[in-house]
């Protein structure tokens, strides 16, 4: 069912209840992680008789999946045997142990169904050729892309195996229409273009479609992204142990919707109570879909803006700004409160500067923004590290220390882009 075809919310929680409800059914007794959590909370299927009953279960962490699976071959919190899985993945590991989540032929089918709304909501078309500018490992990515094109009846284009500058020749003579990458590598494929006299306006890309790291709702990102694409450029979020939950509508840019059809969606603050529109708070999701792996309760740590739109898909939850940033990501400087994606938007906004990394060091009660950056050749070094000084300063309220380094120092990235460091002494 298409999230945004509901016609009330009240017929959207109606749905969701009576997929919550099917989930208990299915999982509890099989499922030995959740059997376990809900018998500890006194928690049992019948439990459950209204939408508001969901705060009686208790929540769910990525470090308790971690700590599980070291028991387990694969993973902690399958619901069947693993001779019914045909789909293996891992997350990245940036933030630790990687952990391993495994999909049934049912649940894969899931995840094309919401990767299929990602494409219907950002005005893809059957006839659409998309082409995913990605090395296809064991990090999920964009793997259930490939399968939501299925759905969706467009062809896709695998670019895995290639050079930046090979992936562009390839998207010319397929005339692939719609890129799939990190907002990173959309970046760095244009300055790939740039390099080598590649005329990225022969192309005939005419929508992008970005995720794997904020971004693609950063103002400052998403206009370079666009301008130099000549391409609407839409916003997606998902994650191995979740799945592909947020979409960005074409009547609503600068924001995500959940799909509510196929998760339930809270967005609570520090104490577990729930936020007002309008305010911050951290996202905590339930897929309805994937009974196979599923995820109750599950604390993304993603920060986000509640709220909901003044227009006909107003009974969805909106992200208003998508991912502001997360939970483990907000570090304090001399008592400003700073997030990864606030000194990307800023870093971002000014053309001259190709790549950046920030180092937050913390010696004592002290401490420092340290940011490296790199120029582009034909760009004036000392104008460009003076206006970003002065443009950290006023927006943020602290005086950064910008060091310039030579070009095509600092790592690129296909997947997660690692730009923001803590060093503690």
């Known amino acids: ?126 006839a ?59 970046l760095h494929l244009l ?17 992008t479609i970005l995720s794997g790291e904020p971004g693609a709702n950063v103002p400052a990102i998403k206009k370079r992204i666009e301008e130099g694409w000549s391409a609407k450029c839409h916003d997606h979020s998902g994650a191995s142990e979740v799945g592909a939950y947020g979409f960005e509508a074409r009547e609503c840019p600068n924001g995500l919707f959940v799909n509510e059809t196929e998760f339930i969606a809270e967005v609570l603050d520090a104490d577990g109570g729930r936020v007002n529109p309008g305010e911050v708070g951290e996202l905590v999701l339930t897929n309805l879909g994937r009974w196979g792996f599923p995820v109750i309760r599950y604390k993304t740590g993603d920060i986000v803006r509640y709220s909901r739109p003044s227009v006909a898909t107003r009974h969805l939850l909106y992200l208003d700004g998508g991912i502001i940033g997360r939970v483990d990501d907000m570090v304090t400087v001399r008592g400003v409160n700073i997030y990864p994606s606030a000194i990307d938007n800023l870093i971002r906004s000014l053309d001259e500067i190709d790549e950046y990394r920030t180092t937050i060091s913390t010696s004592g009660e002290m401490s420092e923004l340290d940011v490296e950056i790199e120029v582009r050749p034909d760009a004036d070094q000392v104008s460009a590290q003076a206006t970003l000084v002065e443009l950290i300063t006023d927006k943020l309220g602290l005086r950064p220390s910008i060091k310039v380094v030579a070009h095509k120092t600092l790592p690129r990235f296909e997947m997660k882009g690692k730009r923001f460091f803590v060093n503690k002494h």
């Open 1 to 126: 069912m298409d999230a945004l075809s509901l016609p009330s919310r009240a017929a959207l929680e109606d749905l969701q209840l009576t997929k919550l409800q099917r989930a208990f059914a299915e999982i509890y007794r099989r499922n030995r992680f959740y059997t376990k959590k809900f018998d500890d909370a006194g928690i049992r299927p019948d439990s459950i008789e209204s939408m508001d009953d969901i705060s009686l279960l208790p929540f769910t962490e990525k470090s308790e999946l971690v700590a599980d699976q070291a028991n387990d071959q694969f993973a902690a919190n399958l619901t069947y045997p693993l001779s019914r899985y045909t789909r293996f993945h891992q997350t990245s590991g940036t933030k630790g142990e990687p952990l391993r989540v495994l999909d049934t032929p049912e649940s894969w089918d899931w995840w094309g169904l919401c990767w299929k709304q990602v494409f219907s909501s950002s005005g893809v078309r059957a």
């Open 128 to 186: 659409d050729r998309i082409f995913c500018a990605f090395s296809f490992g064991p990090f999920i990515g964009f793997w259930a892309a490939v399968e939501g094109a299925r759905q969706h009846g467009a062809l896709l284009i695998p670019a895995g195996g290639r050079s930046s500058l090979e992936r562009l020749k390839l998207m010319k003579e397929t005339e692939s229409t719609v890129l799939c990458c990190t907002p990173s590598y959309a």
């Open 191 to 207: 300055k790939v273009a740039i390099e080598n006299s590649f005329d990225v306006d022969e192309l005939k890309i005419h929508t």
